[in-house]
């Protein structure tokens, strides 16, 4: 099948007539129209065979994970996803792939109103790049640096889950806990709970490579310090021996970790009743720099360091 046949039948059809686009798949570039009283958040995400997903990956899979892992840094930013472009690198073009491929993506797209405006289809190793571009009202963006000191620090979701669930994946458990496994197939980016923390979270970061890292960057681009109870965490529901170290360096969760004043907690709980998904507080940001990893009030420092592309040589 030939590019502009794939491009046809599985992609430029199943965009909906939308207002906010001018133009969309079929001409040499999208042209959207842009809320005067808003700004655009844009973020882009490489998926790469190996790297990124288990070789031999269900191609619906890999269509879910490459839009759900941008919408996740959307979600982060407290923006509303509207468009996205989507650059796909395959070593052929098999329509029963490229299908798959789509209707993973397309459930996604679908739920949370993202239209697929353009992209590009070229032959090479497996690998998904995808934009996405959402609106925000002017200057309400959160950002990883605008948590205070005392702010309360909260994560969503299990975090651990999804690397509890790939660690199955690749022993080939056959008594793998089915929610793990899901967790790490079909992430759930965290868009409604993003919107909803408009206004309410001072610092807002997705934990995609560790809980651990994740947050430390967040409190480093506050200038900030913390000290965390992870007692708090739901590390039964990870069902691991190691579930701490999971929760903490394992990646993939695609849960969102934020920042508050205490005097707003109760406005979280309020905001939060009809989350997918619960909100754990699980740490007090500080002046001082430095960081307390407490487990029952004993220290207990990471062990991992989070996903890293392109580790140091020692
Ligand atoms: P050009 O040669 O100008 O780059 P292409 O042949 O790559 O054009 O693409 C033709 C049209 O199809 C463009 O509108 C482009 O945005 C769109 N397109 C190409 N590949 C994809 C894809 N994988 N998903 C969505 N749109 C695509
Ligand atoms: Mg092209």
Known sequence: MDEFALIERFFARRVAGRADIRLGIGDDAAVTRCDPDADLVIATDTIVEGTHFLPGTPAREIGHRCLAVNL???????????????SLTMPDADPNWVDAFADGFFALAERYGVALIGGDTVHGPLSVTVTVHGLVATGQAI???????????????????????????????????????ERFAYPEPRVAEGLALRGLATAMIDVSDGLAVDATRMLSASALG????????????????????????GGDDYELCFC??????AELVRRS?????????????????????LLDGQPCEPAGAGFEHFPEQP
């Open 72 to 86: 996740s840094d959307l979600a982060a930013m407290g923006a509303e996803p509207r468009w996205c472009t989507l």
């Open 143 to 181: 950002c990883r640096g605008g948590a205070r000191a005392g702010d309360l620090i909260f994560v969503t979701g299990v975090p651990g889950l999804a690397a509890a669930g790939l660690r199955a994946l690749r022993d080939s458990a056959t008594d793998a806990a089915s929610a793990a496994v």
């Open 226 to 249: 913390a000290a965390f109870d992870l007692s708090r965490l739901p590390l039964d529901v990870v069902g691991a021996d190691d579930a701490l170290e999971l929760a903490l360096t």
């Open 260 to 265: 508050l004043p205490p005097e707003r907690e």
């Open 273 to 293: 009743a009809d989350w997918a998904c619960r909100a754990i507080r699980i740490g007090r940001t500080r002046d001082e720099r430095d960081i307390d990893w």
